[in-house]
Structure formats: C-alpha cells, structure tokens
C-alpha cells in the first residue's frame, strides 16, 4: 500500500508562485511513477504533469508547460509541482498519483491517490 498526502495549497495572486508537496509512505516510493492532477469548476480531474521513478523524464500538460516544474526527492518519498506565473484557471483541487509504469498520463494508470490539496488564484 501507498499513502500520499497532498499540502502546499493555498490563495495566491494571478502572476504569484506556489510549491506543492506531496508526501508518500507505506510503500517503496521509488518504484512509482508519479503525476500531479488537477479538478477544476467541471469537476474533470486532468493531468497537469509527471514524473518517471527516477526523476530523468518530466511530461507536462501544454496548458502549463514552461509555468509549472515537477521534481521528486526519493529519498524524503516526496514529490514536488513548482507552480509560477499561476493563472486564474489553474485553480481547482490538486491531486498527487502514484502509477506503477514509468510514465503515463491517464489517470486510469494510477492506483494510489491523495485526498487534494485546494489551489486558487485570483485576479
């Protein structure tokens, strides 16, 4: 089993930047793949970005390309979503996932999920 909490959320300015954690326990950190999701107002949980289990590859959504950074820390089991220059639709509930493959983007490859952690951003 795998436990992942999501912290770092919060309301922020339009142009503002926001770091959120996602921290995991109970399971080997390192054989999982992992992705940031977001829900917006249409209650869609979409893929913001990801990271494969070593860290070397990054993928993102082109919504947020150049704007956001995913990293992960093995040894703290934690991963990261650097967000700047937020925008007013960014806001929504960010979720962390953890996949078993390398990499991979549907959220149906996920098997663990946190509970969220809310981001909103005014203008």
């Known amino acids: 089993q795998l436990q992942l909490v999501e912290s770092g959320g919060g309301l922020v300015q339009a142009g503002d930047s926001l770091r959120l954690s996602c921290a995991a326990s109970?399971?080997?950190?390192?054989?999982?793949?992992m992705a940031w999701f977001r829900q917006g107002p249409r209650n869609e949980r979409e893929f913001v970005g990801g990271?494969?289990?070593?860290?070397?590859?990054?993928y993102y959504a082109e919504s947020v390309k150049g704007r956001f950074t995913i990293s992960r820390d093995n040894a703290k089991t934690t991963v990261y979503l650097q967000m700047s220059s937020l925008k007013p639709e960014d806001t929504g509930v960010y979720f962390c996932?953890?996949?078993?493959?390398?990499?991979?983007?549907?959220?149906?490859?996920?098997?663990?999920w946190g509970q969220g952690t809310q981001v909103t951003v005014s203008s």
């Open positions: 109970g399971r080997t950190f390192s054989a999982y793949g």
């Open positions: 996932a953890a996949s078993s493959a390398t990499y991979t983007t549907p959220k149906s490859a996920y098997g663990y």
């Open positions: 990271i494969n289990r070593s860290g070397s590859w990054t």
